[in-house]
């Protein structure tokens, strides 16, 4: 384990030092100031919707391991042992991941429009097995307000996640491109090497490879002590292709397929790590495959016509067999199989038109979704059909954007071994927008939405005819201007306030197995950025939330509340060639709950070259020092203590 301060790491905090000094001592630095201020990620200002864009830039910058480390800094977004993809999860606004099971279906994940992940795997974790390597971007939505062109039942929030194309590294022309990108960190001793292939053979043909093999060693805590992750590796591999014509190239098609597996020897079925590994351990392989075919028209003589069709199918299989001589009940638990098989096509226009003063975008769709899921020994399977319509229209007028939105599912589930049941909801909400000329504006949105009974649920005929039902509410501002305080700084400013009330509630049940059927979640979420045109930026996240248990009886906090955290960056960039970055994260103390939490503050320093000229021209050099002081603490929602200091270093190089 990696203990005391190597050169390396004493490099990479001179260089973060050096962000203090006055800018004569910083001239010495043969690097141009940008002309334009640019923090780590935009603010998203010119919406309603509580939304985040993580872009290809701060994925490579973040030097992730896994997806969930790309989000942990988006407001609202809490992480469930995030540092591995075992028994890991996404908490958003309190819903989603617990220390019980990886998903509580109210947060929503997508891949290039598959709909993956699986139910409520005992003790599993989410399964969110893929590479952030894979990826150019990543969009995260909070609450319900911008996901009902998406799916139903999504009261946290949504995770979107968007595939590299062939074209990112041709930059449009044809010829061949290659990149590779090698990676260590020394808590655990984990490398990955990640390498892609892209070839245009003309400018309408572009194909794409990625093999991305990951090798993730055992991590251990502040005071060196293993933090009860196992070892894994975890190869992934992307094709994609895009063909595009017609004469005003109004036609695309395209094709993505990606495979991410695991395999696990004599390891604990408990991936949380709460039961003092009364399961035993097991033989765990696991693998997740994402195929997308997509046609697109974007009709050259009207704007009322864009056409989207993708059929996408997710599969995802995970088998388990125990090692440690289960019997009875841990044997049905430890020795099952599990796979989830999703279908769903998609089909989606839309159509940009004018009604008087009324400036329309106006999105309507139909959506068909078939689900298997495998019937194991703990669980029972069975098939979810599902039929929706949806229908998005933001309206603007001047400042002011009206964003209605409807949705319409109807289910057919059941099984072989169980009842046929049908369900039907009507959801949506209301967005709005008002944008002063001085840069302010004023946003909020109302939302209804329901959670139509699951397939692991086939075994309860009660929870087969109760969807789970919420409401939410938001309010909000934000400020977006250049040239506030000097010429060329930027400001971008946005604060949201929420309300969630859910009820009928058929996934949570207190610590004595008493069932949970009503809830409250409601909170603040900040997200600001400042620059100069010298290059210095600032960057801010933060996020207060407060729930509770609302059932009648048994009134309690809600245990999925995150802790109250503060996260703030304090960087400086020299054009595309350097950027220096020193994080600091605060997370508050957390005592509404069962299990409370200390306060905790964490501190990471990263640093991007890119140098352009030499031998080294077209190489990106980044290091990068997570919880640079050691601090051996656990994060509050997290079932085993956080990684200690971990110096990580990656070289890529484009060719």
């Known amino acids: 384990m990696f203990r005391q301060m190597t050169t390396s790491a004493a490099l990479l905090c001179g260089t973060a030092l050096a962000l203090a000094l006055p800018a004569q001592a910083q001239d010495s630095f043969a690097l141009d100031p940008v002309e334009l201020g640019e923090s780590k990620r935009e603010v998203q200002t010119d919406t309603a919707i509580a939304e985040t864009v993580v872009d290809v830039e701060e994925i490579e910058d973040r030097q992730a391991a896994t997806i969930a480390e790309l989000v942990d800094s988006v407001p609202g977004v809490t992480l469930i042992n995030g540092s591995t993809a075992q028994g890991s999860g996404i908490n958003i606004r309190g819903f989603g991941a617990n220390g019980t099971y990886g998903s509580d279906q109210k947060v929503a994940f997508q891949v290039d429009g598959a709909s993956v992940g699986a139910e409520e795997l005992y003790r599993i974790g989410t399964q969110l097995f893929t590479d952030p390597e894979l990826y150019e971007e990543v969009t995260v939505i909070r609450g319900m307000a911008g996901t009902f062109e998406y799916g139903s039942g999504i009261v946290g929030g949504l995770v979107r996640l968007d595939t590299r194309d062939a074209s990112d590294f041709t930059g449009g022309v044809p010829g061949f491109a290659l990149r590779q990108t090698l990676q260590y960190g020394t808590n655990g001793d984990g490398w990955a090497s990640s390498t892609i292939l892209a070839w245009q053979p003309t400018e309408n043909m572009e194909i794409m490879g990625n093999y991305t093999y990951r090798d993730a060693g055992r991590q251990e805590d502040g005071s060196g002590n293993p933090i009860g992750q196992d070892p894994a590796e975890m190869p992934s591999w992307l094709v994609k292709g895009k063909y595009t014509f017609g004469e005003s190239r109004e036609h695309a098609i395209s094709l993505s397929f990606s495979d991410t597996t695991t395999d696990e020897r004599d390891v604990p079925y408990d991936t949380f790590g709460t039961t003092a590994g009364m399961f035993g351990n097991v033989d765990r392989e696991t693998q997740s495959r994402t195929a997308v075919l997509e046609y697109t028209y974007d009709s050259p003589t009207t704007d009322l016509i864009n056409l989207t069709a993708t059929l996408s199918y997710a599969d995802q299989q995970i088998d388990s067999q125990g090692v440690s001589g289960q019997t009875g009940f841990l044997a049905g638990v430890v020795n099952a199989d599990h796979r989830y098989e999703t279908t769903k096509l998609t089909l989606k226009n839309q159509a940009l038109f004018d009604t ?61 071994l169980y009842a046929d049941y049908e369900n039907d909801a009507l959801m949506g909400g209301l967005s709005a927008r008002y944008a002063f000329g001085s840069g302010w504006a004023v946003f909020g949105s109302l939302g209804y939405t329901e959670n139509l009974p699951i397939i692991d649920d086939l075994g309860t005929p009660l929870y087969m005819t109760q969807s789970e039902k919420a409401r939410s509410y938001e309010l909000g501002l934000s400020y977006d201007r250049t040239g506030v305080f000097t010429a060329g700084d930027d400001l971008a400013v946005k604060l949201t306030a929420y309300h969630t009330d859910i009820w009928d509630i058929t996934s949570y049940t207190t610590s004595t197995m008493a069932a949970i059927t009503d809830a409250q979640m409601k909170g603040v979420e900040l997200e600001a950025a400042y620059s100069l045109a010298s290059g210095y930026y600032i960057d801010v996240n933060g996020n207060i939330a407060r729930g509770k248990n609302k059932t009648p009886g048994l009134a309690s906090d809600w245990e999925g509340t995150p802790a109250d955290q503060l996260r703030v960056t304090f960087g400086r960039k020299w054009g595309e060639r350097l950027d220096l970055s020193w994080e600091v994260v605060h997370d508050a103390k957390m005592t509404r709950s069962a299990t409370p939490s200390p306060a905790s503050t964490v501190h990471n320093l990263r640093a991007t070259w890119r140098p352009d000229t030499g031998v080294f021209d077209g190489t990106e050099i980044r290091v990068g020092l997570e919880n640079a002081f050691d601090l051996d603490y656990t994060p509050h929602l997290a079932t085993r203590p956080a990684a200690g200091r971990n110096l990580k270093l990656t070289l890529a190089r484009a060719f």
Not at 377 to 398: C, H, K, N, Q
Not at 400 to 416: F, H, M, V
Request: hydrophobic share 40%; no cysteine; aromatic share 8%.
């Open 356 to 416: 008087g003063a009324w400036a329309h975008d106006l999105r309507a769709g139909v959506e068909f979704t078939r689900k298997e899921r495998l019937d194991a020994s703990s669980a029972p399977g069975g098939t979810d059909e599902r039929i929706a319509l949806f229908i998005v229209d933001d309206m603007t007028w001047g400042g002011l954007t009206l964003s209605p939105a409807l949705r319409y599912e109807t289910q057919d589930i059941g099984g072989p």
